[in-house]
């Protein structure tokens, strides 16, 4: 199993970025999908997920109105449009999965079975 991300990069506080999570190797349709992130010097905290079947999704508090995940069932990817950037929303933001639910905890870490590599967000001031 393999998650790629990508769609990190630079942007002016305001402006917009959208992350995009390809799963390969398996899919999650009784599991979900999320997002986390970390800042230098900080830990990995949660930003988001989706649970496959149904679409339920859960957000930080940090990001709730700004950021929107979504998932596309044909290209088994998961998606991460962030609006309104600020600069602490820099960091290296990274995907995970989660292979059944069961009672499962989306903001925990120890939740998810798989991880991506992280890619970069640069809000400047």
């Known amino acids: 199993v393999q998650l790629q991300a990508s769609g990190g990069g630079l942007v002016q506080a305001g402006g917009s970025l959208r992350l995009s999570c390809a799963a390969s190797g398996r899919t999650f349709s009784n599991g979900g999908m999320g997002w986390f992130r970390q800042a230098p010097g900080k830990e990995r905290e949660f930003v988001a997920a989706?649970?496959?079947?149904?679409?339920?999704?859960y957000y930080s508090d940090s990001v709730k109105g700004r950021f929107t995940i979504s998932r596309d069932f044909a290209k088994n990817t998961v998606y991460l449009q962030m609006n309104s950037l600020k600069p602490e929303d820099t960091a290296v933001y990274y995907c995970a999965a989660v292979r059944v639910l069961y009672g499962t905890n989306w903001s925990t870490q120890r939740s998810y079975d798989y991880w991506g590599q992280g890619t970069q967000v640069t809000v400047s001031s």
């Open positions: 989706i649970r496959w079947s149904g679409g339920s999704t």
